[in-house]
């Protein structure tokens, strides 16, 4: 099975910094797209940043040039950094992959979500 694993997230003062990680666990053959996406209370899921498996990236206009998103194939890794941090980041944060995985003899395509990291900025 494949499993994804975020933490980083935490309570900070508006204007501070927070780096998140996802681990991509399983019996993976190949990461493509990975994405982080949020959601705050009463608000939809929002995808937030997106980097493909040529390292091309796309951020939500409302994050652009404070959040970087970044990716370490060799340790099947994602990772968000986070500045100048806004109460309105304020949100639960999932990692988010599509990849292809092992299926016994075969390989199978996936789309998978983290379990969520709360991020929390306020003085």
């Known amino acids: 099975q494949v499993q994804l694993v975020e933490s980083g997230g935490g309570l900070v003062q508006p204007g501070g910094s927070l780096r998140l990680s996802c681990a991509v666990s399983?019996?993976?053959?190949?990461?493509?797209?990975m994405n982080w996406y949020r959601q705050a209370p009463g608000k939809q899921r929002e995808l937030v940043a997106t980097?493909?498996?040529?390292?091309?990236?796309n951020y939500a206009d409302s994050v652009k040039g404070r959040f970087t998103i970044s990716r370490d194939n060799a340790r099947n890794m994602v990772y968000l950094q986070m500045n100048s941090l806004k109460p309105a980041d304020t949100a639960v944060y999932y990692c988010?992959?599509?990849?292809?995985?092992?299926?016994?003899?075969?390989?199978?395509?996936?789309?998978?979500w983290g379990q969520g990291t709360q991020v929390t900025v306020s003085s």
């Open positions: 399983g019996r993976i053959f190949r990461i493509n797209h």
């Open positions: 980097i493909t498996s040529n390292d091309y990236t």
């Open positions: 988010n992959v599509a990849l292809t995985y092992y299926s016994g003899s075969y390989r199978s395509d996936g789309d998978y």
